[in-house]
Nanobody, 122 residues
Framework: QVQLVESGGGLVQPGGALRLSCAAS????????WSWYRQAPGKQRELVAT???????IYADSVKGRFTISRDNAKNTVHLRMNSLKPEDTAVYYC????????????????WGQGTQVTVSS
């Protein structure tokens, strides 16, 4: 089994910055894709950013130029640096990972963290 735990959320003023982190633990051989999603009240969950094993990243148009996703393969962690935050960035942020297990018969599964609240308000 694999667990994802996020950290780094909180309250920040418009124009401020936050850094979210997500650490994976458990029976892990390799993590293919890491992603960050967010869900604002009354809205559907949306993809914010994805990063591949090799470090290639894609971003939602709404966060391009402001957010940066990065990963540390040795530590099985992913980060989301969020700059120039806006009130519309307020949401619960979730990390997501495609993981190959380190079991005798390897399996690939998709896992979610529990979410961390980001509130952008003056």
């Amino acid at each position: 089994q694999v667990q994802l735990v996020e950290s780094g959320g909180g309250l920040v003023q418009p124009g401020g910055a936050l850094r979210l982190s997500c650490a994976a633990s458990g029976s892990i051989f390799s993590i293919y894709f890491w992603s960050w999603y967010r869900q604002a009240p009354g809205k559907q969950r949306e993809l914010v950013a994805t990063i591949t094993t090799g470090g290639s990243a894609i971003y939602a148009d709404s966060v391009k130029g402001r957010f940066t996703i990065s990963r540390d393969n040795a530590k099985n962690t992913v980060h989301l640096r969020m700059n120039s935050l806006k009130p519309e960035d307020t949401a619960v942020y979730y990390c997501n990972a495609d993981v190959q297990s380190a079991t005798v018969i390897p399996t690939t599964g998709n896992y979610w963290g529990q979410g961390t609240q980001v509130t952008v308000s003056s």
